[in-house]
């Protein structure tokens, strides 16, 4: 009987280590499983962050696109704020600043203008000043060798007024300031002379008044001053 007694109770004590390592087992694999959940579910949480951040730059680039480029043309700048200049279908003027101007994702720089004559103010792109004939003032030395043209004999073509106009108004908007001295000679009449059609007397003023806005300007003359001596220099030939 003492002997049975043994095996039961040692049965027992194996049954109840058994047990144990059973519960023991158990609970880990319980901890593994909810750990590797616990994992999984950070991974969904960390995969919907970037889903959304995903989204959000790719509604943020339709919503924004990034803005075109600028085209810049580059031209070089021949003339300075304050100076004066000729523009050969204007005469005389004066470069009150430089700007910047922007149109259709093109950028350039532009002479604004202002002109005696007409009392009128424009602008000029650089890259366009060359093509327009855009030139300085004529040097005094060159200013004053085109006197002697005014000294000359006035040549009137025998042809009709409408052909002889239309090569005055060529002169008088080439830019050339010896084709406009010619003009002038041409065009001038003294008091005691067969008197001018409205068109020619027209011409002529506006020949005359480009000629002696640059002479002044050269001659570093008044207006006034400048126009009496070419009058002068007309009435005594």
Not at 69 to 87: C, D, L, M, R, T
Not at 94 to 122: A, G, H, N, S
Not at 175 to 200: A, C, M, N, P, W
């Amino acid at each position: 009987m003492a002997i049975i007694k043994k095996v039961s109770t040692k049965k027992k004590i194996i049954k109840k280590i058994t047990k144990k390592i059973v519960k023991r087992a158990a609970i880990k694999k319980k901890k593994v499983a909810v750990k590797k959940a616990s994992n999984t579910k950070s991974v969904k949480k960390v995969t919907k962050k970037t889903a959304k951040k995903t989204v959000k730059k790719i509604i943020k680039k339709i919503i924004t696109p990034k803005a075109p480029k600028i085209k810049k043309i580059v031209a070089p700048q021949e003339f300075k704020s304050g100076e004066n200049i000729v523009y050969p279908t204007h005469g005389v003027g004066r470069i009150l600043t430089i700007e910047k101007f922007q149109y259709e994702l093109v950028e350039e720089q532009l002479y604004v203008i202002q002109f005696f004559q007409d009392k009128l103010t424009i602008r000029v792109p650089f890259i366009k000043a060359k093509m327009i004939g855009l030139r300085n003032i004529t040097s005094k030395p060159s200013m004053t060798r085109t006197l002697s043209i005014l000294k000359q004999k006035p040549k009137i073509k025998k042809a009709m007024w409408s052909r002889r106009a239309q090569e005055y108004d060529q002169k008088i908007n080439s830019g050339d300031i010896k084709q406009l001295s010619e003009v002038v000679r041409d065009l001038f009449r003294k008091d005691d002379q067969t008197e001018q059609s409205y068109s020619e007397r027209q011409m002529f003023q506006v020949a005359f008044e480009r000629y002696t806005r640059e002479f002044a300007i050269s001659s570093d003359l008044k207006f006034e001053e400048a126009s009496n001596k070419i009058l002068e220099i007309l009435n005594k030939r």
